[in-house]
T-cell receptor
């Protein structure tokens, strides 16, 4: 079982560049979410979705966009990368009984 | 909005010592509670969860947690830790009516000395 698949695992961007972090799950979970993990700050919710076509903002949404056109996919778009977006990003999916996490994307913005 | 507070940022124990990690949440309504573990270099995994019923829940690897509603607490315990329990532990909460939106504490790093 693949579970939650995130790509890429590592990425280096220059300030102002845009990119998309991919996330796919094969468990038919209705809920999907994106978190960023920074040292000493735990995980902070960026955006989440309760089903295809429905997204909402989390705690730290600025600078990020999401869409959920299918149940399986939930990409995260960085519109114009900034050094403050250097972080580890985790995608997660759930049926409401606890989150299943992807392996993460380590992003550095120079 | 809900929030989660973990009291200990870094805990160091010797093998066979007992463990208790504190977690308090703030929210006036019904919540679901979780503990996740992140081993070095790995992604987060669910350790245990509480939705309703018996306030003492058991999870994987001998961990348990007790929900005390009057104290808004959900502390994690293990009677005897092992070196392999070295990891970062996160407490999380979501609101019963919005299970897609989980809020995490800042995490507690546990180091177990052999």
């Amino acid at each position: 079982n693949a579970g939650v698949t995130q790509t890429p695992k590592f990425q280096v961007l220059k300030t102002g560049q845009s990119m998309t972090l991919q996330c796919a799950q094969d468990m038919n979970h209705e809920y999907m979410s994106w978190y960023r993990q920074d040292p000493g700050m735990g995980l902070r919710l960026i955006h989440y979705s309760v089903g295809a076509g429905i997204t909402d903002q989390g705690e730290v949404p600025n600078g990020y966009n999401v869409s959920r056109s299918t149940t399986e996919d939930f990409p995260l778009r960085l519109l114009s990368a900034a050094p403050s977006q250097t972080s580890v990003y985790f995608c997660a999916s759930s049926r409401g009984q606890g989150l299943f996490f992807g392996s993460g994307t380590q992003l550095s913005v120079l | 909005a809900q929030s989660v507070s973990q009291h200990n940022h870094h805990v160091i124990l010797s093998e066979a010592a007992s463990l208790e990690l504190g977690c308090n949440y703030s929210y006036g309504g019904t919540v679901n509670l979780f503990w996740y573990v992140q081993y070095p270099g790995q992604h987060l995994q669910l350790l245990l969860k509480y939705f309703s019923g018996d306030p003492l829940v058991k999870g994987i690897k001998g961990f348990e947690a007790e929900f005390i509603k009057s104290k808004f607490s959900f502390n994690l315990r293990k009677p005897s830790v092992q070196w392999s329990d070295t990891a970062e532990y996160f407490c999380a909460v979501n609101v019963h009516t919005n299970a897609g939106k989980s809020t995490f504490g800042d995490g507690t790093t546990l180091t177990v000395k052999p």
